[in-house]
Antibody
């Protein structure tokens, strides 16, 4: 069965960096695009970034462009999100999500990032 | 970017009664391949989102047939034919046609 397990969240000061990871299992990781989607406390869902199956294409939401970098290591079945210059507005639960041709079919449980001084 | 606008944002419903949620896009969601990548997700309290509907009207495996999706171009609807207690949660539409995917604000369904 498909499993997506995020890690790397925590409490970090404004301006600092954090790297999230997502280990995938139960499917052929290197044939699927992957996404990060976040949800601020008591707020709605916000799409963050996408990475194509081969890592070549990486569109980002305007809110994170230039600060966040999505990447993947297909040899390790792992998706990453490098987050730099964090601000309090980045506080959210970050979900790793599998792409399925214009849709998102499997979601992880999320990892919580709290940006606070 | 396509802006997705849902209405209503709050929907109190009586058990056994129908419910309907609207989702409107600021641009056509017809992809160059001819498909419309409009999705609906359910998020129950304390849980990760779960996909219900993809490509406007295709229901995911295991999703009860009381859920249905319809629409075209820029206007879409999720209908629940008879609301059950387990349907309480927030429902989101999302477009995957235009890169930089976007979600609606969410509609909170609760029991009256």
């Amino acid at each position: 069965q498909v499993q997506l397990v995020e890690s790397g969240g925590g409490v970090v000061q404004p301006g600092r960096s954090l790297r999230l990871s997502c280990v995938a299992s139960g499917f052929t990781f290197n044939t699927y695009a992957m996404h990060w989607v976040r949800q601020a406390p008591a707020k709605g869902l916000e799409w963050v970034a996408l990475i194509s199956y081969d890592g070549r294409d990486k569109p980002y939401a305007d809110s994170v462009k230039g600060r966040f970098t999505i990447s993947r290591d297909n040899s390790k079945n792992t998706l990453y999100l490098q987050m730099n210059s964090l601000s309090v507005e980045d506080t959210a639960l970050y979900y790793c999500v599998r792409d399925q041709l214009g849709s998102l079919d499997y979601w992880g449980q999320g990892t919580l990032v709290t940006v606070s001084s | 970017d396509a802006v997705m606008t849902q209405s209503p944002l709050s929907l109190p419903v009586t058990l056994g009664q129908p419910a309907s949620i609207s989702c409107r896009s600021s641009q056509s969601l017809v992809h160059s391949d001819g498909n419309i990548y409009l999705n609906w997700f359910q998020q129950r309290p304390g849980q990760s989102p779960r996909r219900l509907i993809y490509k406007v009207s295709e229901r995911d495996s295991g999703v009860p047939d009381r859920f249905s999706g319809s629409g075209s171009g820029t206007d879409f609807t999720l209908k629940i034919s008879r609301v059950e207690a387990e349907d309480v949660g927030v429902y989101y539409c999302m477009q995957g046609t235009h890169w930089r995917w976007t979600f609606g604000q969410g509609t909170k369904v609760e029991i009256k």
